[in-house]
């Protein structure tokens, strides 16, 4: 489901130290960065994500893999096109991977101007500023003077960057197929089976099942206003009420509207 690129904190728990070479701004920043490559040669990406299944993964066909995410027939699985250039990021001191989805909340638009403007965005340092955080984030893109870039930065080839972004952004662990296990399946210890409990479903878990007009009506019950949520899907307004309220209170609003709503299919049924 949804943003991928609003997902940046899942990203770093799941991609560990393989997202280090990824650029990264956070909540209220910004970042001062240098184009290696011009805006025409960046390179098409295509990802998986999933939102209940907590899947952020490039397409295996990139690598030349299977891709056990490409025929999945899950209606919530979401195909997305990212983009991905070479920068040299001066607060790291290194050159990073700018990846970015091609959306009006991204910084792609902005590019896109520039690089119409001065046919060029390699000229110039760009300021990259982060307003806000996660939904409610903007992202600004302020061009400098034109300058001579001085560094003996090394970009990163197209195959160097799809083998970092294959780690940092892996396939799901139940989904990875170990070639050496036969392919005679293992019995099951009964005994460990009974012991078994089915876990309880997350808030998160809890959201997503509902659609988008319940979980809208959720949020404003939260005091987001309408215009905020205008344009969401489901799971951008599911990571919107998850990152920005308290699991007590949004449990309490949560089973309160859905009780209200069986209380009316009763009253329908009467």
Not at 45 to 54: A, D, T, W, Y
Not at 188 to 208: G, Q
Not at 261 to 267: F, G, I, K, V, W
Request: aromatic share 8%; with cysteine; hydrophobic share 30%.
């Amino acid at each position: 489901m949804g943003n991928l690129i609003a997902s940046m904190r899942d990203r770093i728990k799941n991609g560990g130290s393989n997202l280090r070479d990824v650029f990264y701004i956070a909540a209220d920043s910004k970042r001062r960065i240098r184009f290696l490559q011009e805006l025409d040669t960046g390179y098409e990406l295509h990802f998986h994500s999933h939102f209940g299944r907590k899947i952020n993964a490039l397409c295996g066909t990139e690598y030349g893999h299977d891709c056990p995410y490409c025929g999945d027939q899950d209606p919530d699985m979401k195909d997305t096109v990212m983009y991905a250039w070479n920068i040299w990021d001066y607060d790291a001191n290194a050159v990073r991977i700018f990846l970015y989805k091609a959306t009006g909340i991204s910084p792609v638009p902005a590019l896109i101007d520039f690089y119409d403007e001065y046919s060029t965005i390699t000229d110039r340092d760009y300021t990259i500023k982060k307003t806000g955080q996660r939904l409610n984030s903007a992202i600004s893109v302020l061009p400098g003077e034109i300058s001579k870039f001085r560094n003996k930065a090394k970009p990163y080839t197209k195959q160097q960057i799809i083998q970092i972004l294959a780690k940092a952004y892996p396939f799901g662990e139940e989904d990875v197929v170990d070639e050496d296990e036969d392919d005679e399946p293992k019995k099951k210890n009964k005994k460990t089976e009974k012991k078994v409990k089915k876990k309880e479903p997350t808030i998160e878990e809890k959201l997503s099942e509902l659609d988008l007009d319940d979980l809208r009506n959720i949020a404003i019950e939260l005091g987001v206003p309408k215009k905020e949520l205008k344009g969401l899907d489901e799971e951008e307004i599911v990571e919107l009420l998850v990152g920005d309220n308290e699991e007590d209170e949004l449990q309490e609003v949560y089973e309160e509207y859905v009780s209200n709503l069986n209380d009316e299919d009763d009253d329908d049924e009467e």
